[in-house]
């Protein structure tokens, strides 16, 4: 281990850096702001996200499909009300996964620039 290391900032690849940006926003409330000159949010807790737009950036596929862009990450964020979070959510331009695994516990979204994220109970 190397002392003193922390997280220090989650970056996520998009098409449109602003948009995500905004998403992730009025999904969790976070304080946006800017990092070296790109969209960012920051928890209370001291997560941050940044935004970084990729001219090439191509949707992950999920579930994954051989031959097809592979998701390298998602998120899973704990919510107290999964069927409500879910239609926030939804409202806010992200729509429900076609293959869902969670059974009671879980739903999969993917956000409006193709990433999957869950809500968790």
Do not use: R
């Not at 905004?22 to 928890?43: C, I, N, R, T, V």
């Not at 737009?53 to 919510?79: A, N």
């Not at 996964?97 to 193709?114: C, H, K, L, R």
């Amino acid at each position: 281990m190397i002392q003193g290391i922390s997280l220090g900032t989650i970056t996520v690849d998009c098409g449109d850096e602003q948009e995500l940006c905004e998403f992730y926003h009025k999904l969790l409330g976070w304080e946006k702001s800017k990092m070296y000159g790109h969209p960012a949010l920051s928890s209370k807790d001291g997560i941050v996200f940044l935004f970084i737009e990729e001219d090439d950036y191509i949707p992950p596929v999920w579930p994954e499909e051989e031959g097809k862009q592979q998701k390298q990450m998602h998120f899973d964020f704990q919510v107290a009300d999964v069927a409500s979070a879910v239609e926030y959510a939804k409202s806010l331009g992200s729509m429900k996964a076609a293959s869902q695994f969670g059974g009671n516990e879980w739903v999969t979204m993917i956000d409006p620039v193709g990433h999957p994220f869950c809500l968790c109970s």
